[in-house]
């Protein structure tokens, strides 16, 4: 395991049921995942995009390691219960077939205990165990991996979808991949370079720039790239406008504001009073549909959050 990261890092995500694979790698059963096998209910990828809950893997090749400290991430970070460790200072990567393979074994791992939950369907319990989606998010800044290329290759070799979820902050990595997710989400958690420093709170000084960097790329890419906006009330969620302007650099296939959830260690950082209603993103997402040509698509009040585009209907990627 990572040598660079304090022994109680590792306990903290062991708790916290992160299961870890290598150095840096790791994955952890969604909610949505228990809910589609148990309760029959899907998470908004499956309502938007066709992605199947029960087959869906989150995993992140980067769990220790980001260039933000985002105060609404609930990620461990440096300084959570006084653990601190450099995030900057990354590791000996693993090799990004050992932490696929890490990934599906930890996946069926994980579903081992569904055999004898009460209500669980057993035929999508035995359909999960073949994962064919892989959302590279979860925890971390994927873009440092700096065999990000292989990895999604390696998943689309194993007729795997993925979602590349970045904070933009490495565009140098995006602009070089030669093998692009099935889909591209870009974080944009600020509607300026203040506001981005004392919520974002970034480790480098030319954070702000690499991420306008990136919006800039985002048009160059084939696949459906989306703008995710991370919404918390008292904290960013002002000026649609500002954000609208910043989005409509990248051109983005789908917009996506999304309610803060007060889970996982940002719990320590803000509270319940700072998660927004369905309702207030709705009003947001409104409002950013009279800033641009987008219109309101979909939306998924269990996981608050509305899809904008200019599509007439979103692309089902499975």
């Known amino acids: 395991m990572n040598s660079l990261v304090p022994d109680e890092v590792i306990d903290m995500l062991h708790r916290q049921k ?35 809950s029960h ?19 609930w990620r461990a970070q440096s300084g959570d219960h006084n653990i601190r460790w450099d995030e900057t200072l990354l590791p000996q990567w693993d090799d990004p077939e050992d932490i696929i393979e890490g990934c599906i074994r930890e996946q069926k791992r994980i579903l081992t205990g569904y055999k004898a939950t009460p209500n669980a369907d057993q035929t999508k319990r035995l359909e999960a165990t073949t994962p064919r989606h892989a959302a590279i998010s979860l925890a971390g ?38 093998e692009e997710p099935t889909q591209l989400y870009i974080s944009l958690s600020a509607f300026d370079k203040k506001t981005f420093s004392s919520v974002c709170r970034p ?8 991420l306008n960097e990136t919006l800039e790329l985002l048009p160059s890419f084939k696949c459906p790239t989306v703008i995710r906006f991370t919404l918390a009330r008292h904290v960013n969620m ?4 500002r954000y609208a302007q910043l989005a409509m650099k990248a051109d983005p296939t789908y917009l996506e504001p999304k309610a803060y959830m007060h889970v996982g260690f940002s ?13 207030e993103i709705r009003e947001f997402a409104a409002q950013l549909a009279n800033e641009t040509s ?15 585009s200019r599509l007439e209907k979103a692309i089902k990627l499975a």
């Not at 096998?37 to 309502?47: A, E, N, T």
């Not at 719990?267 to 309702?279: E, Y």
């Open 18 to 52: 992160y299961h870890l694979v290598g150095n840096h790698s790791a994955v952890k059963r969604c909610r949505w995942l228990y809910n589609s096998i148990v309760q029959d209910r899907s998470c908004y990828k499956q309502k938007f995009y066709g992605i199947k």
């Open 55 to 73: 087959q869906c893997l989150q995993m992140t090749p980067s769990v220790f390691h980001c260039t933000l400290s985002c105060v609404f991430c």
């Open 141 to 178: 800044e994927p873009t440092l991996y700096p065999h990000l290329d292989e990895l999604i290759k390696g998943f689309h070799k194993r007729g795997f979808t993925t979602f590349l979820v970045s904070n933009g902050t490495v565009p140098d990595t995006l602009s070089s991949l030669n």
């Open 203 to 210: 480790h480098a000084p030319d954070a702000w720039n690499k």
């Open 238 to 241: 002002k000026h649609p406008e």
């Open 267 to 279: 719990r320590l950082r803000l509270d319940g009073t700072n998660m927004p209603t369905h309702k």
């Open 294 to 308: 987008y219109k309101v698509l979909d939306e998924s009040p269990d996981s608050r959050v509305v899809l904008l």
